[in-house]
């Protein structure tokens, strides 16, 4: 093992590797627990491995932690983690903490934390580099940093002071939206709503997109009605319909009232379709353009890093308005059309005739099959006066089509499509499809006049 001391902010997404060098995941966390009078002793790791389950190693299987990675013994358990009591996260839960020095020279905050092996696969925690409140009035000064032992400090946060989340959000900053909002689930639930707070509202937007709904309306339950309608701006509109669906019909008109008036049309006109249609499972933002835009502006458009890849695979052409519910729906050109044309070609003269728009209130079922059938990745929805209203993704039938805990199962059988199992709803316009019962915790969008 090496004798070096290890920072452990910076152990956070360290690979993970078997003896014979191939690798078996990435470390997300050191497990620690409380001894008396002795500094806190290292446990294991939580390690990230393939289909981003987080897996518990032992510190016993760990052969070598230094210059960047780890090395097993290749034995990992599998099942999931589960944080038990008495054990401590030192990236989740101790950075950002408040410790009290001993010696009555006031308090710091833990930026970082040193571990060192004392005997083999004896790992505990030495030191703890704290930063100092600030002196100066400048907005740009920080406060001075040092380091102590363990005997040296006390913990302030099992006091009630708020244990700020600064220090976790940096290593959380390169995460993907669904790692972070892995890693956001994976915390305790009062830490996961520190850590939310302290997310910008895109940020904790794109987190929420990718939770569970009974997750999602947990962590906005906990943000006041200001913060909660700024998140739900930046959210794409059929993830915001499918979350204010959940919430009462009071907090959702209020939330609804507050929204930028722009974006709250777009989730209004969404609550208004069945969540079982293509009404009901459209976003309202694809791209569109009119006949005589060319293929160097159609490319320009799609290019745009903020698009969803599903999004930017076709561009939808209508006569004016451009926003939906847009003029009459043309067609759709595919991005590897134009890419056959030169740039100046009037994307008019592109359109798929093969391709036909999806009414909004045509089934989810009916959906799925023509994207199936046509191995398409998006599908148009109109109204019934041809007019762009939306367009249905393949991520968005997934979703449907998925369980509602597929994000957190073990289960590597095939999926069957439960979420067809039609959440119930009751409307004169639409008959839902009924492929067996209702999911839990689901409850259909409301509608604008109140009826569900």
Known sequence: ???????VARLAGCSVFDPAGDKVGRVRDVIVVYRNAQPPRVVGLVVEVPGKRRVFLSIGRVTSIGSGQIITTGMINLRRFEQRGGELRLIAEMLGRRMKFVDGSGTAIVEDISIEEREPS??????????RPKTSASPFAKGQTTFAKWSEVRDTTVTGESQ???QLLATYEELLPADLANALLDLPEQRMIEVAEELSDD????????MPETDQVGILNQLGDDRAAN??????????????????????????DLMQPEEAE??????????DTAGGLMTTEPI???????????????????????????????????EPPTGRFLGMVHFQRMLRYPPNERLGTLLDRNLEPVRADASAAEVSRILASYNLVSVPVVDVNQRLVGVVTIDDVLDYLLPDDWRSTDNDEPVLPPRARARQYTSTETTPIAVGTPPPNRSPRRSNNGTS
């Open 266 to 275: 777009d989730v209004r006109m969404l609550l208004a379709y069945a969540p």
């Open 1 to 7: 093992m090496s004798a070096a001391r290890v920072f």
């Open 288 to 322: 569109i353009v009119s006949a005589d835009a060319t293929v160097a502006e159609g490319l320009a458009l799609i290019r745009r890093h903020e698009l969803a890849p599903a999004l930017g695979a076709a561009v939808c052409v209508t006569l004016p308005p451009y």
């Open 203 to 210: 940020r904790l937007a794109d987190a929420l997109e990718e």
């Open 122 to 131: 004896e790992w505990e925690i030495t030191e703890l580099f704290l930063r």
């Open 164 to 166: 700020s989340a600064t």
């Open 231 to 256: 998140v739900l701006d930046q959210m794409q509109p059929d993830d915001a319909a499918d979350l204010i669906a959940q919430l009462s019909d009071e907090r959702g008109e209020v939330l609804l």
